[in-house]
């Protein structure tokens, strides 16, 4: 209340002050900064008037003021503003301290120039190094997730130097890659899974996160279009760290982690397997008898014994998983003097994962120098070398092996509980390459009366085989860097050249013994692969600053890039071991085989501008645009370009005075638009009509291998985004939110092809698509980034912020008129259709009606349609395996008819795969010397095919959930799962795709918490460190989904050329791990 | 003004730099020549590029998903001869057990796929030595390249065209004898396809695509060589006597069975021993356990080879269904095992029979087939056809036409069956005839059109239900990638 009547007075005071403006006086000052220079452009305004002035390039201001007035405001971009009282003296001079607000950081665009926040006419997201240092991950960017409005990141298994996947802005691609473009210190960089074994390798993972200074996200056309033809998905930059002036200093960081996996399936013990599955064979005789046939079935389930007489009842999971250790250290030198800064650094991680085997080694190091070699010429280098190698078992969790028997993401699910992982002598249960059957039998009937009974015959392969012999590892060697000279010819005028190059070698390693599993067959199998990515990149720029009349700031910049990549790999697999001793290449084979040979080479040709022109600070408009020649393209060039504006309305005086609107203290619209570019993913030989060479026997053969397509061109990404920030009492509150739409046209689709055509692509034989410029699509949302310091004592802080981003993703055009575009999961299932109108890559399912109680039976949604094809009536069709007359379906009517069976294309329905909304939550706390940090991520508004779950309830000899218990049993009619019989794989929807395996994956996901200790600086002062803090954090703490699978983000288990059209799916990857993690860091 | 000179200078003297820099594309680096792949311009630019492409052909039947191992295991397992034993859908479970649907990724879309692949290889052959003829002029070309050579290979083409479209109808078609092959047959794709319209393609009849089959055949006939200068070529390439032999397979599957007598006579001595006169000496061989697992007696008639280089590719290969999956020195995966109750069971099949001595191993009370005997890699040749099963067709036509008593039938019958050991029939009823071809052939493919030919029920087996003709199992459905692409496909 004081405070109201307060501001009435101040009011009224202000209001009188306006009267009372008669007897004027001069007053004239300098105002610098911290360091005594001068400080240009700062507004001093008379407090409660319209009347100020501004200094000029000195700092020098004078201005006339009424004898009424009390007060000067000082107030410029950068720094805190100063409210200085005014007395009689004629001369005021001020030092204003650079101000810590967000909106004056310094943001990277690229091309080696910087903007602050607050002139930005784009939207980037910055995520500062300390946010992501010292977590246990492998590469930065999975560290990213949900820190960036826009950005959508998930991590689609637990297996170690996994890539996740990243999206900004939607998915902008169908056919081609929609990740998008990393440049690290202005050298783009490799992304993806570059290895060729099941221990996958990401090239990223070799930066060391604790090098990495900041990380900017381009979005929208306007900050992105400087990159072109690659900026469709947009641009990720990072920028590692530099030394500063004078501050010489020695950092260590170390942490150790524990590493177990979370959310494990329930599963069926062997108790209650061979019950279940008994009771399944019980049935399937009974509707054989009832087909007329004979019920011959056995019911061969039975128990098998340990040494000790106790029941074999095998829990698989605990042969695959573990409690990973995990260990990283770093240590860090930076420095500078006048002339020169440097900041190294060297470090090692050694990480095991939650899965046996699974284990990830980086050694790196990193030297950034910046020289003055003469007042306006630098010279530098940015050069980063790194060792990483990373082992792993086959998890079955990698895209396109979600069937593979040989899977330990599937090994557990499907193995009997029943049969021992190991004999009583220690070896594996082995028959063939499959696990044993232990006492299993049947439950198909002997050939004959008299001849014995089959043994049961699981067709996977025992997990402990792959864990004791086998090997998969992938090692690489980075060297990443570049060097620049920057040569300051005119005051502003800058010229820099830099040479960059970013090579690595990789040795891929797999081998698979030939005592069972996938080398059994092979009699052992050694295969090696090396491939090395080679890049160089030259860039030439000419950079303009100047200032001119004071208010009008003009930036420019022109140059040219030259970029050439050539990947090769070659490799070999030797089979047919001469003993089990040799379990690597060396040892001794007696056959060979050409394996993994891979060749591309490309090279891209850019002349780019940049233009950004601000009056006053207040009016901002910005202008890109680049060509780009493509050698991927039978047409080679193409232009882009994107534009931007931007109005501080902040700025204006009308604002600055308004009491109304002080309170408001940062406020400004942008909005962009422009057109961009996707190449990556393109065939580097698309557009050529191809035959490539192979065999027929000893022969050698030529054969058509791609129908190529000569008009291929870039697709066209068309961006707009409108945007506001603002920030409130004095920024201690600051937002921005935007609403962005991309239309992406020309998108290259694999345009189907009737297969009855016949027609190749490369490396494919039975692809049926040739690519083209033909579909298009749309992404719209919006974005909300908030960001308040709700507390700010002197004991307590409390940071909060938060972000927010809805998708809404159309198909707007595919290549045919209702054209269904089917995406298999790892070759075998379709449950993504991607069709016009509807978000990339729905699920199709058909509609499950649940259990029919009177017997059982799986009932389906059956569409009944007229000759036009419109569907006029639904019925409910009811599935009975093998228990229906022979030459019939299985299906029937209610009332018992025979009928088709309903099929995914005739009768599903669509659900989106597509998060609708997703971001993340910060809560930051320092308390004295204690901080605390509670980060969680969010997602939802999508579907999710849940393929494990209709494994896990499927009636072959597979292991179940717990669940299935609530059968249907004449005795239980209300149930939930169908009465089982053995051999069925439809019902629970294994080999048809239904809702009841549909589920909704929103989630919240307590991604990471830390608790840390800092020494207080006159503690750390006397032990001769400058910094020191312990911490204790939980990296993936607790996910809260109704979500009935491991782990909702698994559904983003796809790549490659299914990485946007075929997500979604859920089909038997490990899910992410819970790792608890303790370090600390010291400064010297 | 000294220094605004030399600023001068030292801004062109930049600009220079930059220019040579930032501006000097390298455009060779623009038109990158791949160094692995050949363009569709120079493929037919010299006679071993051509013959390179022919080589192709014969691959792309040859493919581990067609005619190079799963296409043969189709045909056996649909029938009541085999068992399956590991229930894995991936490998055959369901041609088995006839619950293919036309989502069936291994079986039904991946035949359909790799058959039309190989067709359209074939097709963009023809086409491609049809445009690119007036290249083949001396001095590149040898001087009667265009009358002889070029249309060798053409023949041959057409021959595997025919083989494919052969393949195709006996699963995905009804059989000829079913209204006289009026039936929906399959599309019937004859020109190089390569761009993106043309998808819409209605299917020709039954009938239709015989006849193509046949004319195809007889421009194979007319315009292969005899035979081939090397020892394996005969058995591994096309010559005249392979489009004769194929050409009694088809008209037996068309019921032309005065057609069946006069294309094999051709090939077919009267008398025993029974051998072709020209072009390659095809004849039986001693004993079969000659013909396998080599393949390369003069038996053989086509069979497709791998090397250790050029596999039939995982759960593909022949040697991997059959063989049983223990002892790990048999190598084979044990998919499946003989029924005991199938011909296995048979008397006409005895225990001394050469077939059943080498052929049949006993692993753990099953029996299996060890017809293919080389573990992995699994390098034994895909059989095709050979001279056996000629000699059977013309018994079967001669049969039919004559009846039971026909002489030259019985002799014809019985040199198959008295090599191996197995008691001589007294008459050549089809009865006979047909059991003896379910033993000899075991294992190779020939069963399912063997029952298809005739519109007869696929029978039973363990706790599989026997499939009568007419019924929607009878054959496999059009895959539904067809059926989503193709506006004027018709479902089976």
């Known amino acids: 209340m004081r405070k109201i009547l307060l501001l009435c007075l101040l009011t009224i005071l202000v209001l009188a002050g306006h009267e009372l403006r008669a007897q004027a006086r001069a007053i004239s000052g300098k105002v610098s900064g911290a360091d005594g220079v001068g400080l240009p452009g700062v507004t001093v305004v008379v407090r409660g008037t319209s009347l100020g002035a501004s200094t000029n390039a000195e700092g020098i201001y004078s201005l006339e003021v009424p004898a009424s007035a009390t007060a000067l405001i000082y107030s410029s971009i950068g720094y805190e503003s100063k409210t200085v009282t005014v007395g009689n003296e004629s001369t005021i001079n001020v030092t204003l301290a650079a101000s810590a607000t967000g909106l004056d950081e310094v943001v990277v665009v690229g091309y080696g120039a910087t903007v602050s926040r607050r002139e930005l006419t784009g939207s980037i997201s910055t995520i500062a190094g300390t946010e992501i240092a010292q977590k246990p991950v492998q590469s930065f960017e999975q560290a990213l997730q949900g820190r960036a409005p826009g950005v959508n990141i998930t991590t689609p298994n637990g297996v170690l130097n996994n890539p996740p996947v990243v999206r900004i802005r939607g998915v902008n691609s169908i056919s081609l890659s929609s990740s998008p473009l990393y440049v690290i210190d202005g050298i783009p960089a490799y992304s993806g899974d570059n290895s060729a074994t099941n221990a996958p390798n990401n090239p990223l993972s070799n930066v060391n996160p604790n090098d990495i200074e900041s990380i900017e996200v381009l979005k929208d056309a306007a900050s992105a279009a400087i990159y072109g033809s690659r900026a469709s998905n947009g641009v990720i930059l990072v920028t590692t760290k530099k030394g500063k002036k004078g501050q010489s200093r020695v950092t260590l960081d170390s942490w150790a982690g524990w590493t177990k996996p979370v959310r494990l399936y329930d599963l069926l013990g062997a108790q209650d397997y061979m019950s279940i599955k008994n009771e399944a064979v019980r049935n399937l005789n009974a509707n054989r008898v009832a087909a007329g046939g004979v019920g011959n079935n056995i019911e061969g389930f039975l128990p098998s014994y340990n040494p000790d007489g106790s029941l074999v009842d095998t829990r698989w999971y605990d042969y695959i998983y573990r409690t990973g250790f995990s260990t990283s250290n770093n240590v860090s030198f930076s420095g500078g003097t006048e002339k020169t800064n440097f900041y190294a650094s060297v470090g090692y991680t050694n990480q095991k994962g939650m899965l046996e085997n699974n284990q990830f080694k980086r050694a790196s190091a990193r030297l950034n120098v910046d020289h003055k070699v003469y007042k306006n010429f630098t010279i530098g280098a940015r050069v980063a070398y790194s060792n990483s190698y990373n082992s792993a078992p086959n998890s079955g969790s990698l895209s396109g092996s979600a069937f593979s028997i040989a899977g330990l993401g599937r090994a557990p699910l499907v193995l009997p509980p029943n049969i021992a992982a190991y004999n009583p002598d220690g070896t594996p249960n082995l028959s063939g390459a499959y696990v044993g059957s232990g006492a299993n039998v049947g439950p198909a009937p002997p050939a004959s009366a008299s001849s014995p009974v089959p043994p049961l015959g699981p067709t996977y392969y025992n997990p402990v085989v792959d864990l004791m012999y086998n090997d998969y590892t992938s090692e690489s060697n980075e060297i990443q860097g570049s060097v620049y000279a920057n040569w300051e010819l005119l005051k502003g005028l800058n010229i820099r050249t830099s040479y960059g190059i970013n090579n690595v070698g990789f040795e891929d390693k797999s081998f698979q013994t030939a005592l069972g599993g996938d080398g059994f067959s092979l009699g052992g199998s050694a295969t090696n692969y090396y491939r090395t990515n080679k890049r160089w990149n030259w860039q030439n720029t000419v950079q303009y600053d100047r200032t001119i009349a004071e208010n009008h700031n003009i930036s420019l910049l022109v140059g040219g890039e030259q970029q050439r990549t050539q990947i090769q790999r070659w490799g070999a697999q030797r089979t047919q071991a001469a003993d089990n001793l040799f379990d690597s290449y060396q040892g001794n084979f007696t056959n060979i085989a050409v394996a993994g040979n891979l060749q591309t080479d490309n090279y891209l040709v850019s002349y780019f501008g940049r233009l950004t022109y601000d009056f006053a600070k207040k009016y901002l408009i910005s202008f890109n645009a680049r060509r780009d020649g493509y050698s991927a393209f039978a047409k080679k060039w193409g232009n882009f370009y994107g534009a931007g504006a931007g109005y501080i309305i902040s700025e204006e005086n009308f604002w600055k005075n308004s009491s109304l609107l002080t309170p408001i203290s940062f406020f400004k619209f942008t909005g962009s638009y422009g057109e961009v570019g996707n190449i990556q993913g393109v065939d580097d030989y698309g557009f050529l009509r191809s035959y490539s060479s192979g065999l027929y026997a000893s022969a050698a053969t030529l054969a058509f291998s791609g129908a190529g397509n000569p008009d291929l061109t870039w697709e066209s990404s068309k961006k707009t985004d409108v945007g506001l920030s603002f920030g409130l009492l004095q920024d201690k509150i600051q937002g921005d939110f935007a609403y962005y739409r991309t239309t992406i046209d020309d998108l290259i689709l694999n345009v189907p092809l009737a297969p009855s055509r016949g027609v190749p692509f490369p490396g494919v034989t039975n692809a049926n698509y040739i690519q083209a410029n033909v579909g298009s699509m749309r992404n719209s949302g919006i974005e909300l980034n908030l960001r308040y310091n709700a507390v700010q004592k002197k004991n307590f802080t409390w940071t909060i912020s938060g972000n927010l981003t809805t998708l809404k993703n159309e198909v707007l055009v595919l290549a045919t008129e209702g054209q269904r575009l089917g995406t298999a999961t790892s070759g075998s299932e379709t449950v993504n259709y991607t069709e016009k109108g509807r978000p990339i890559g729905s699920i199709l399912a058909v509609t499950s009606l649940g259990v029919n109680p009177d017997n059982g039976q799986r009932m389906i949604a059956k569409k009944i349609k007229d000759a036009d094809g419109k569907v006029i009536n639904t019925i409910p069709v009811q599935y009975n395996h093998l228990g229906t007359p022979a030459g019939s379906t299985g299906w029937t009517t209610l009332d018992g008819q025979n009928v088709a069976g309903p099929t995914q294309l005739a009768d599903g329905e669509y659900y989106n795969v597509l998060p609708k909304w997703y971001g993340g939550f910060d809560n930051t706390f320092t308390f004295k010397n204690f901080d605390l940090g509670i980060f969680i991520q969010y997602s939802g508004g999508n579907y999710i095919y849940n393929g494990t779950k209709a494994g896990l309830h499927d009636q072959r000899y597979w292991n179940n959930d717990v669940d299935i218990l609530d059968r249907w049993t004449p005795e239980h009619t209300n149930a939930k799962w169908p009465r089982v019989v053995y051999g069925d794989n439809v019902s629970n929807g294994s080999a048809l795709v239904m809702s009841s395996n549909v589920e909704k994956g929103d989630f919240v996901r307590l991604r990471n918490v830390s608790l840390g200790y800092s020494l207080a600086s006159p503690v750390a002062k006397r032990l001769g460190i400058a910094s020191a803090r312990l911490y204790v954090q939980v990296q993936n703490a607790a996910l809260l989904t109704k979500y009935k699978g491991i782990d909702p983000e698994i559904s983003s288990n796809a790549s490659g050329a299914n990485s946007n059209t075929g997500v979604g799916v859920d089909r038997n990857s490990v899910g992410q791990a819970r790792t608890y993690t303790v370090g600390f860091n010291i400064g010297f | ?492």
Not at chain 2, 372 to 390: G, Q
């Open chain 2, 1 to 492: 003004m000294k220094i605004a000179i030399k600023n001068k200078v030292t801004v062109a003297v930049c600009s220079a730099f930059l220019a040579i820099g930032a501006f000097s594309c390298q455009t060779d680096l623009l038109d990158p020549q791949p160094t692995t792949i050949f363009s569709n311009l120079v493929v037919f630019d010299t006679p071993a590029r051509i013959s390179l492409q022919v080589n192709g052909l014969y691959a792309a039947v040859k493919n581990g998903n067609f005619y190079g191992g799963r296409y043969q295991v189709y045909g056996d397992v649909r029938a009541d001869d085999f068992i399956n034993r590991t229930s894995n859908s991936i490998t055959a479970q369901l041609v088995w057990n006839h619950t293919l649907t036309e989502t069936s990724q291994n079986d039904v879309i991946n035949t359909w796929e790799y058959a039309y692949n190989a067709i359209n290889q074939i097709n963009v052959f023809l086409d491609g030595m049809d445009a690119n003829s007036a290249k083949f002029v001396a001095p590149v070309f040898p001087a009667d390249y265009s009358t002889t050579t070029a249309n060798q290979y053409k023949a041959e083409a057409r021959f595997l065209r025919a083989l494919s479209y052969y393949a195709l109808l006996q699963l995905y078609a009804k059989p000829y004898a079913d209204n006289s092959g009026n039936n929906p047959g399959l599309p019937l794709r004859l020109k190089a396809e390569a761009s993106l319209p043309g998808n819409d393609l209605a299917r020709s009849t039954v009938a239709e695509v015989y006849a193509q089959i046949l004319d195809d055949l007889q421009y194979a006939e007319d315009n292969l060589p005899l035979t081939y200068p090397t020892a394996t070529a005969p058995s591994t390439r096309a010559h005249r006597n392979t489009a004769i032999a194929l050409k009694t397979r088809v008209y037996l599957s068309m019921g032309r069975y005065s057609d069946v007598i006069t294309t094999a006579d051709r090939i077919v001595s009267k008398t025993a021993p029974f051998t072709a006169t020209t072009g390659v000496q095809h004849v039986l061989s001693p004993s079969v356990t000659n013909v396998f697992p080599s393949q390369t007696t003069t038996e053989s008639i086509l069979s497709f080879p791998f090397t250790a280089q050029n596999t039939p590719g995982t759960q593909n290969q022949l040697g991997n269904y059959y063989l049983p999956n223990l002892p790990q020195s048999a190598g084979g995966t044990g998919e499946f095992y003989l029924n005991a109750n199938g011909i296995l069971a048979n008397p006409a099949w005895a225990a001394n029979d050469t077939r059943r001595v080498n052929w049949v191993t006993v692993y753990n009370g099953a029996s299996y087939l060890k017809k293919y005997s080389s573990p992995t890699p699994f390098l034994d040749p895909a059989p095709v056809i050979r001279y056996a099963e000629v000699l059977l067709n013309l018994a079967e036509a001669r049969s039919r036409v004559n009846g039971a008593n026909d002489a030259q039938a019985l002799a014809l019958l019985n040199a198959v069956r008295t090599r191996s050991n197995g008691t001589a029939y007294t008459q050549a009823t089809v009865d006979n005839i047909l059991l003896e071809r379910r033993i000899e052939f075991l294992g190779e493919g020939i069963r399912n059109f063997d029952i298809m030919r005739l519109n007869a029920t696929i029978p039973g087996k363990g706790n599989i239900s026997a499939v009568p003709p007419g019924t929607p199992r009878y054959i496999w459905p059009i895959p539904s990638t067809e059926i989503a692409t193709n506006r004027l496909i018709v479902q089976n």
